[in-house]
Structures are given as C-alpha cells and as structure tokens.
C-alpha cells in the first residue's frame, strides 16, 4: 500500500525558512518522478516543484524559483522541499505526491498518481 506522509509545516514569519519531508512507503521512489504541491482555499492545486527519479531534472513554480529547492534520497525514500525567504503568498497547504516514470508535464498535477494528507505552512508578517 503506498503512502506518503509529509512533515515539516509550520508558522514562520515572512522572511523564514521550512523544510518540509515527505517520507514514503510501500514501494520504492527510485523510478519514479516526484513532486510537491500547495493549495489554498478556493483556488487550485498548483505544481510547486518536481524531481526526475535520479534527481538530475528539476522543475519550479516561476514565483519560487530561487527561494525553494526540491531533493530527493532514493537510499531514504524521501522527498523533501527545502523554502526559503518565505512570503504571505506561499501560505498553503503542501502536498507531496508520486508521479510515473515519464511525465510530460512535471508540475501538472494530472501527471501524478499518489497524494499525501498534506502539511500546513503559516506565513505571517
């Protein structure tokens, strides 16, 4: 059974840094596109940021370029999305998620298969 468990979320102040992990089970994430996602109230889920299986290949939200980092440990199982000089705008709930071996799209939501319960970020002036 899969299953994706992220951790990480919190309250920071504007300018603040989380790191959020997503631990996987069931299977292993080695062959496999990952990403993350965030979703406020009222508005889509949105592509954050995503990884090739062997991490060569990254891809992110234009508005999070330079602030955030997505990396993965194949040998752990783990995702994770390392945010920095956070601002009011990226407060959302984060999703991990687990896509198929190709993706056509990386940040497209439609491209991924496996959905954790997700983690709260609170981002306050």
């Known amino acids: 059974q899969v299953q994706l468990v992220e951790s990480g979320g919190g309250s920071v102040q504007v300018g603040g840094s989380l790191r959020l992990s997503c631990a996987a089970s069931g299977y292993k994430i080695n062959d496999y596109w990952m990403g993350w996602f965030r979703q406020t109230p009222g508005k889509e889920r949105e592509g954050v940021a995503a990884?090739?299986?062997?991490?060569?290949?990254?891809y992110y939200l234009e508005s999070v370029k330079g602030r955030f980092t997505i990396s993965r440990d194949n040998a752990k199982n783990t995702l994770y999305l390392h945010m920095h000089s956070l601002k009011p705008e990226d407060a959302a709930m984060y999703y991990c998620?687990?896509?198929?071996?190709?993706?056509?799209?990386?940040?497209?939501?439609?491209?991924?298969?496996?959905w954790g319960q997700g983690t709260q970020v609170t981002v306050s002036s």
């Open positions: 998620a687990s896509g198929r071996r190709y993706i056509h799209l990386p940040l497209d939501w439609d491209g991924y298969n496996d």
């Open positions: 990884i090739s299986p062997n991490g060569a290949n990254t």
